[in-house]
Nanobody, 124 residues
Framework: QVQLVESGGGLVQVGGSLRLSCAASGRTFSGYVMGWFRQAPGKEREFVAATGRSGGSIYYGDSAKGRFTISRANAKNTVILQMNSLKPEDTAVYYC?????????????????WGQGTQVTVSS
């Protein structure tokens, strides 16, 4: 089992940047695919980005391509989501998730463990 804690959310103006961090504890961090999802009020949880166990396989959702970057540091048990050029539609609760399988998934139900989420609000 792994415990996940997100941080770094907040209020930012359009065009600004935020850096979200997810700290993991418990079982070996490098044994998990790590992903970021987000959920806005009244909407389904949406895939943002994911990275494979070694960080070599990276996938982005359409809304994140060209603006967000996911990275992981297995030695520090952390995964980072760098978000640039933020838009009002990026406003959501952002969740970090861990998947114990080998393949990188993009669906929420493929992930075994979730953090509590961190709020990101982009004001226009």
């Amino acid at each position: 089992q792994v415990q996940l804690v997100e941080s770094g959310g907040g209020l930012v103006q359009v065009g600004g940047s935020l850096r979200l961090s997810c700290a993991a504890s418990g079982r070996t961090f490098s044994g998990y695919v790590m992903g970021w999802f987000r959920q806005a009020p009244g909407k389904e949880r949406e895939f943002v980005a994911a990275t494979g166990r070694s960080g070599g396989s990276i996938y982005y959702g359409d809304s994140a391509k060209g603006r967000f970057t996911i990275s992981r540091a297995n030695a520090k048990n952390t995964v980072i989501l760098q978000m640039n050029s933020l838009k009002p539609e990026d406003t959501a609760v952002y969740y970090c998730a861990a998947d114990s399988r080998w393949t990188v998934g993009t669906e929420p139900d493929e992930y075994d463990y979730w953090g509590q989420g961190t709020q990101v609000t982009v004001s226009s």
